[in-house]
């Protein structure tokens, strides 16, 4: 718990990820990704949640939350503020990407990881390390 209030910004950007959409996810074989400023995201929990599809306006690492486009509330005076969700509640429908997106899409890619061989020993390759030793 400490650890994760007193965390500083850097780190906070990756705690702060939320999940892609099904389309997203099959396009680029990645689960999740740190949330920025201009994705378009879908909220799927709690009270906001719905088919709209908004933009988000600030990642409040301070807070842990973000703030959408047209997910507001009114306060008793009248005014209009923005309410706060947390990223791992929301599902990231659109990517804003730059090079340095792209870059750490190529990185977390699961199927280019695959292809290397890199993870699980097949039986048959066991079997051909015992022969040759």
Do not use: C, W
């Not at 879908?42 to 933009?55: E, L």
């Not at 486009?69 to 599902?91: C, F, L, M």
């Amino acid at each position: 718990r400490k650890a994760h209030f007193s965390a500083p910004s850097s780190v906070r950007r990756k705690l702060m990820s939320s999940p892609l959409s099904k389309e997203l996810r099959q396009k680029y074989n990645v689960r999740s990704m740190p949330i920025r400023k201009d994705d378009e995201v879908v909220v799927t929990r709690g009270h906001y949640k719905g088919t709209q599809v908004g933009k988000v306006i600030t990642v409040y690492r301070k807070r842990f939350v973000i703030h959408i486009e047209r997910i507001q509330r009114d306060k008793a005076t009248g005014a209009t503020v923005n309410v706060g969700i947390h990223p791992s509640k929301v599902e990231i429908v659109k990517l804003k990407l730059d090079r340095d997106r792209k870059s750490i899409l190529d990185r977390k890619n699961r199927s280019k990881l695959a292809d290397k061989g890199k993870g699980k020993i097949k039986e048959e390759e066991v079997q051909a390390m015992e022969v040759s030793a």
